[in-house]
């Protein structure tokens, strides 16, 4: 049993300058060139673990979290019944955007352009075959739990008797609300959803005890602006389609692929390769001034050496 496991273990081994030398990834600020640094390394360190998961666990993890994502429409809905002639409504009703995000991360369950953008930085180090297959493994696997946890949602809103007719209606207003964006738009305001997720990923570290309030207000923001995010809307579109309101194609096009797509560069390539680029540069040029400190002592050593 032992033997298998480790062999598991093997096979999802990222690979990185750390594994090849025995070594954990530092995350000492006193060690690393800046603070900056020190959060890089511990979500790359956090990225490494979430790419070496079993397969199954990472499943029924983002299945687990497209379900509790169904708590965002949810509240939205419900606030947008009650809130509707109260002045400032809008802003209470997108408040409630920010439920689901928070049973998620706060529970540490799967949700893609969160915990995926955190495995995109092992990558980056070190840019391998196997490093590259490994995370499109766990895209694969987190997207697809996701996809089939928002489906679930869904259907237990229109098929178990919770809500009133009101309250059903706001769900079907707020998903044709996502649906008026044109697929050009829909790309748009997701490369622009992805950056705020991936910025609220690299808040994380520094946060501490106010984890909460960072996930609050950058959730909030993505839903005041009406920006797209796959997880969230796959809830309110799946809505639409199994009521019946719009064909399951629509579903794919104009939705799925243009806001997975803005997601994945907003987040991924635009914030995590700059982040990247950026701390890269920091350690090279620590590296570079130690080797050259190391240099100059072992020349100061052969001259004294010679000198005797």
């Known amino acids: 049993m032992t033997s298998k496991t480790n062999d598991k273990t093997a096979e999802n081994e990222v690979e990185s300058e750390e594994s090849e030398q025995g070594k954990e990834i530092e995350v000492d600020e006193e060690v690393l060139p800046s603070r900056a640094a020190a959060v890089h390394e511990q979500i790359r360190q956090e990225g490494e673990k979430e790419l070496e998961r079993d397969g199954l666990a990472l499943l029924f993890s983002a299945i687990a979290a497209g379900i509790s994502m169904g708590a965002s429409l949810m509240a939205k809905g419900i606030f947008q019944v009650n809130l509707h002639e109260v002045p400032g409504g809008f802003l209470l009703e997108n408040l409630g955007y920010t439920f689901g995000f928070i049973i998620v991360i706060m529970a540490r369950q799967q949700l893609f352009t969160e915990n995926t953008v955190t495995a995109v930085l092992p ?117 639409l389609v199994f009521n019946g309101d719009i064909p399951w194609q629509q579903f794919i096009w104009p939705f799925a692929l243009p806001t997975l797509a803005g997601n994945i560069i907003g987040g991924t390539f635009i914030f995590a390769l700059l982040s990247h680029a950026q701390i890269r540069n920091d350690m090279r040029n620590k590296a570079k001034a130690e080797a050259e400190a190391k240099a100059k002592r072992e020349k100061q050593r052969q001259q004294g050496h010679t000198a005797n």
């Open 123 to 239: 990558v980056m180090h070190k840019p391998t075959v196997g490093n590259g297959l490994l995370l499109l493994r766990l895209w694969g696997l987190v997207l697809l739990g996701n996809l089939i946890g928002t489906a679930l949602a869904s259907l237990g809103f229109i098929h178990m008797p919770i809500f009133d007719d009101a309250t059903r209606s706001a769900f079907v207003s707020i998903s044709q609300k996502v649906m008026e964006n044109p697929p050009n738009e829909m790309f748009a305001n997701a490369v622009v959803s992805g950056w705020i997720i991936a910025t609220m990923v690299w808040m994380f570290p520094s946060a501490g005890a106010a984890k909460i309030w960072v996930i609050i207000l950058m959730t909030w923001l993505v839903a005041l602006g009406d920006l797209a995010h796959i997880v969230v809307g796959s809830v309110e579109i799946f809505y």
